[in-house]
């Protein structure tokens, strides 16, 4: 089986795919499509890549060589935390711009590290007492727009919609939960 990787940008026409040993961009940041142009990160070796919504900032990992790449203008104090973590970086997640938020899960830990806003700060400390081990088994919290997010976890996963999702009888967000 080939690998896979799809990153959402900012709108529809914005997005990354990688398959097999190519990638294919639309409307995505320059500074990481020339590292990717440049060898940098090749599809085979490239675990993840996340985005800021606003796509401003990015962090993308070379599974082969544990490097991560940054986006020019990342604020330093999420850099600080990826680069003295580095060999242990599972994923990264970005969300409210304007907050800062971000979460950073790692390997071989039950550890993670964020700046998240007040209802989802309150909805993991309401998991990790509630769900046995929970630390050790989260994978990735991936933040969408609104309060919609969800716990990746070993064993499944945990999803939260906004109103807005939860009212709309077409949106396919709950169809899958």
Known sequence: MENMLVVFGSSPESYLVGCGRRFSWKNFPQSLTEIIQSGGLTMPNTAWISVTR???NWVALNRMTAK???SPGLESGIRDQLL??????KHVSFGDADFGEFVVTRYYSSAWYGRLRSP?????KT?????PNFDGNLEAIIIGQGENHIYALTNGFVAYFDD???AD???PLPKVS
Do not use: C, T, W
Not at 127 to 131: A, G, K, S, V, W
């Open 164 to 166: 807005a999702v939860d």
């Open 120 to 124: 989802l700060l309150a909805e993991s």
């Open 54 to 56: 606003d796509m401003k």
């Open 68 to 70: 991560r790449y940054f």
């Open 127 to 131: 998991l990790q007492r509630d769900r």
């Open 169 to 171: 009888p077409d949106h």
């Open 84 to 89: 003295g973590i580095q060999s242990n970086v």
